[in-house]
């Protein structure tokens, strides 16, 4: 068994640089899928890479299956296309090309809104020059204030705005990514009875849910460092995972997430309030960073995260990746391959 | 102190706004451009085969070079590598051979350098301003603070080898860099009369060392038709000419840089840039004078970076740099 290990250059060709630890520049992988090294590893001992556009070589035209590394359609449309049509259906795809179009945000609404339960905002994607565009977009499309809006090709919030009335709207005007996609989003509270806002992020694999983190802040935009309230007490993340996973409506909706989304590996981030059995689904998508590297030095309380958090998803997901006969693509489709990795 | 030859280390700079374009290489393998980096002669770079002979600038932690062996800054723009300059100065060792020092590259874009060129008999040296615009009323708001006249020429300050982005000919007349992708860029306006929009002679000189190569060509700004049959007015004596770059040559500290001027029909030059190294423009885009020069002096500069002792930093010791 041979595979593909597919990876490409975003449509524009731009990349933005850093230097890493050995004092190389190197440009960041922007919107590709991270999978723990042990992955990494397995993958890159059964297959071919090819970074698109080069053209494959003979050996990597046929693959028994692919691995599909580009999680976004807008930074990939070209590569992403050409996936998908260069490659038979029969072979497996780990997130195939169809599955990671399907995961825009604007497209959340109609795939998991229908989960009892999750409440899904409503998000419309569009482009702006002047604050009267952005009215009209809010007005014709029916929000409510407050709405988010953010540029569509990013994750972490980056140039995200939260917008409470139409005096706001000029904040939007002349920012790194005037002119470009934006998707706005209809905000909704989920702040508790403590005026704590609380953020799960869940790992999918083969559509099983695995709870990876939650954040706590005092600040609505529940992001990286804005995780005030875990900081101050950090064993209360994982009281709140042992009620998150003990809440049998909230572990439906996840399983109900795994199962209508065709990716293989993705992760969802919610706002709940378990007081009110409420759940808001932010997004999911293949973006998001799941595993992180292991590091040494750490407080007991790292290495009991790392063994409940990350260890079992990291387990099932090398399994996974070695059984391509049931990446979600060969779902519908006939099934040819067998053991990958 | 003695250079070591075969132990050459290269500068190299991540742009302030940490951008580049990537591409996938013969081998399969993606790689990444950078743009105005130095252009070093093809046999010169064969000499780099160690990857601890790079260096990567902009680092707060970055480690020193190593105490020997002659450095080539490879930044040739300043207002991309602002911070890798900064960062490479700090941490460049005392005494080293420094092939066009980053003082040096960062002086030849200071108003003060411009203050200096403007006290040449001869050489018009325009008013100049950068900006870094969040507005679009910061525009029109900075020129008149800073009082500059219409018009104006409008460039991105990190494409400065390029043809300008926008020629603004009034106050009213800005919709054409409205148009731009202009939020958070930075750019450089440039006074200009209205005779400087005519179709004229432009000259671009390329220092080696001591050593020049230069060539001229006509020369119309976007909007106007490159007339072929055009007649230069009459140009400045060529005594006089020598005698304007050379006193431009004087204030000047680096080991490679291009001047480009331009006839004015007042038999007066005018300064219309300054860079560090040779900028030459990708042959996909047009015939371009870079690419003239470039064959001209390709064989003096790999002879004097060969020999670092006729460096600058060598010529002139620490303490005599002003840059």
Excluded at chain 1, 316 to 323: E, R, T
Excluded at chain 2, 173 to 190: E, Y
Excluded at chain 2, 203 to 221: C, D, K, L, N
Aim: hydrophobic share 40%.
């Amino acid at each position: 068994m041979r595979g593909l290990n597919f990876l490409a250059l975003p449509d524009d060709r731009k990349v933005r640089l850093q230097i890493g630890e050995h004092g190389r520049a190197t440009f960041i992988r922007h919107n590709m899928l991270v999978l723990p090294q042990s992955a990494t590893d397995a993958i890159h001992r059964n297959a071919a890479t090819l970074w698109y556009p080069h053209p494959p070589s003979d050996a990597a035209s046929e693959p028994d299956w692919i691995v599909n590394n580009c999680t976004d359609p807008d930074t990939f449309a070209g590569a992403l296309q050409w996936l998908e049509e260069t490659f038979q259906a029969h072979i497996p795809v780990f997130n195939s090309a169809r599955a990671v179009a399907a995961a825009t945000r604007d497209n959340q609404a109609a795939r998991f809104g229908a989960i009892p339960g999750l409440t899904v905002p409503q998000a419309h994607r569009f482009r702006f020059e002047t604050e009267d565009d952005l009215r009209r977009v809010f007005e014709d499309n029916a929000f409510t204030f407050p709405v988010l809006v953010r540029p569509v090709e990013f994750q972490a919030g980056v140039g995200m705005q939260r917008i409470d009335s139409h005096d706001d709207w000029a904040s939007l005007l002349y920012s790194r990514w005037y002119r470009k996609d934006h998707v706005m989003i209809q905000f909704i509270d989920t702040k508790t009875a403590d005026d704590v806002y609380l953020k799960v992020r869940v790992t999918f694999i083969g559509g099983r849910p695995y709870i990876r983190h939650c954040k706590a802040a005092s600040h609505w935009l529940v992001q990286g460092q804005q995780n005030d309230v875990i900081v101050a007490r950090p064993e209360y993340e994982l009281e709140l995972i042992d009620a998150l996973e003990a809440h049998e409506g909230f572990m439906g909706i996840c399983r109900q997430i795994g199962e209508i989304s065709d990716l293989d590996f993705f992760g969802a981030d919610m706002g709940f309030d378990l007081a009110s059995d409420r759940f808001v689904l932010f997004e999911a998508n293949p973006s998001m960073s799941m595993f992180f590297p292991e590091r040494v030095g750490r407080e007991e309380l790292y290495f009991i995260r790392r063994k409940r958090l990350q260890i079992p998803a990291e387990e099932h997901l090398n399994d996974y990746i070695g059984k391509p006969a049931e990446w979600r693509n060969m779902r519908s489709g006939q099934s040819a391959a067998g053991s990958a990795v | 102190m003695q250079a070591d030859a075969h132990r050459y280390h290269l500068a190299l700079g991540v742009p302030d706004s940490k951008a580049a374009t990537c591409y996938i290489d013969s081998a399969g393998q993606p790689q990444f451009t950078i743009a105005n980096q130095l252009r070093l002669p093809a046999a010169f770079l064969s000499q780099i085969t160690d990857e601890d002979q790079l260096r990567w600038f902009y680092r707060p932690e970055n480690a020193p070079f190593p105490a020997s062996g002659p450095i080539i800054n490879c930044c040739a723009c300043f207002d991309d590598f602002r911070k890798a300059l900064y960062s490479m100065a700090r941490w460049l060792p005392d005494g080293a051979l420094v092939f066009n020092h980053p003082n040096a590259v960062a002086h030849a874009a200071s108003a003060q350098f411009r203050e200096g060129l403007s006290a040449i008999k001869g050489l018009v040296v325009p008013q100049q301003m950068r900006l870094r615009p969040t507005q679009p009323d910061d525009f029109a708001r900075a020129i008149a603070k800073v009082g500059l006249q219409y018009p104006l020429q409008v460039q991105f300050s990190t494409h400065l080898h390029n043809r300008p982005a926008a020629i603004v000919r009034s106050a009213d007349d800005w919709a054409a860099v409205m148009r731009l992708d202009w939020p958070h860029q930075r750019f450089l306006i440039t006074e200009m009369r209205g005779d400087d929009l005519a179709q004229h002679v432009r000259i671009r000189i390329t220092f080696v060392g001591g050593a020049a190569e230069q060539v001229s060509f006509a020369y119309a700004y976007p909007g106007a038709t490159l007339v072929k049959d055009f007649v230069p007015p009459d140009k400045m004596e060529p005594d006089r000419f020598r005698a304007v770059v050379a006193q431009i040559a004087k204030r000047v500290g680096m080991d490679h840089w291009t001047v480009e001027l331009s006839f004015r029909p007042n038999r007066q030059v005018r300064l219309e840039h300054l860079w560090p190294g040779l900028p030459v423009a990708n042959p996909k885009d047009g015939p371009d004078p870079g690419q003239l020069l470039w064959k001209s002096v390709e064989g003096r500069l790999q002879a004097l970076l060969q020999a670092p002792q006729k460096w600058r930093t060598a010529i002139r010791p620490a303490h005599q740099r002003q840059h």
